[in-house]
């Protein structure tokens, strides 16, 4: 009920093109759930998140897409350019009540120039 | 947008001495902080939550006379490796909630026991 599946657990995208990250939750509780980008050696950084009363979100080339029934999230990265190459996580948690954030485990993305 | 500062970014040490690290919330208070440990090319695993006056929770598995928790102010929680060992090597990360920008982490300390 605490995980948080993610995949794939690494991915290498063409310069200019697509990168889909999913992830898939089982605790309905959830109800905030941000991707986090990390680079070597630093903390992670919030990238973008999405709450379940939204079905999307966009922020520039970062789009969360959001299957409350199926409990299932993806973050896709538009127009990849190498200095996206970095680790991707997505996490689920509870806003309210100083709920935990559960982290998935993490995708390598190296974005080929 | 919200800033934790964590310190040392880096700290070497010798085996049987004990490390403190610093979580600073530069400009938000934080009731509740994170205490996250990550291995290479590994997921953050949640090592305890700091509540600011009273006791640190520890996830199972987790000493917490080892792994000391302090949070004596809104603004600041410590975490204090005690007698480390050089399988308490790591990457440590802090964590802090504030309201608007959801979880903000620190930039993380890098652990090396020698």
């Known amino acids: 009920q605490q995980q948080v599946k993610q995949s794939p657990q690494s991915l290498i995208v063409q310069k200019g093109g697509i990168s889909i990250i999913n992830c898939a939750y089982e605790?309905?509780?959830?109800?905030?759930f941000p991707w986090y980008q990390q680079f070597p050696g630093k903390g992670p950084a919030l990238l973008i998140a999405?709450?379940?009363?939204?079905s999307e979100k966009k922020e520039g080339r970062f789009t969360i897409s959001f299957n409350k029934s199926a409990k299932q999230f993806s973050l896709h990265i538009m127009d990849s350019q190498p200095g996206d190459s970095a680790t991707y996580f997505c996490?689920?948690?509870?806003?309210?009540?100083?709920?935990?954030?559960?982290f998935g485990a993490g995708t390598r993305l190296f974005v080929k120039a | 947008g919200a800033v934790v500062s964590q310190h040392p970014s880096r700290v070497i040490c010798k085996s049987g001495t004990s490390v403190k690290i610093e979580c600073r919330s530069l400009?938000?208070?934080?009731?509740?902080m994170f205490w996250y440990r990550q291995f290479p090319k590994q997921s953050l695993m949640l090592m305890a939550t700091?509540?600011?006056?009273?006791?640190?929770?520890?996830e199972q598995g987790v000493e917490k006379d080892k792994f000391l928790i302090n949070h004596a102010s809104l603004t600041l929680s410590t975490l204090t490796v005690t007698s480390a060992h050089p399988e308490d090597s790591s990457f440590y990360i802090c964590?802090?909630?504030?309201?608007?920008?959801?979880?903000?982490f620190g930039s993380g300390t890098r652990l090396t026991v020698v």
């Open positions: 605790n309905t509780a959830f109800d905030y």
């Open positions: 700091s509540n600011e006056g009273s006791k640190a929770t520890y």
């Open positions: 996490a689920a948690s509870k806003s309210t009540g100083g709920f935990k954030t559960i």
């Open positions: 964590s802090a909630r504030d309201r608007l920008s959801g979880y903000t």
């Open positions: 400009d938000f208070q934080a009731t509740t």
């Open positions: 999405i709450r379940p009363d939204v």
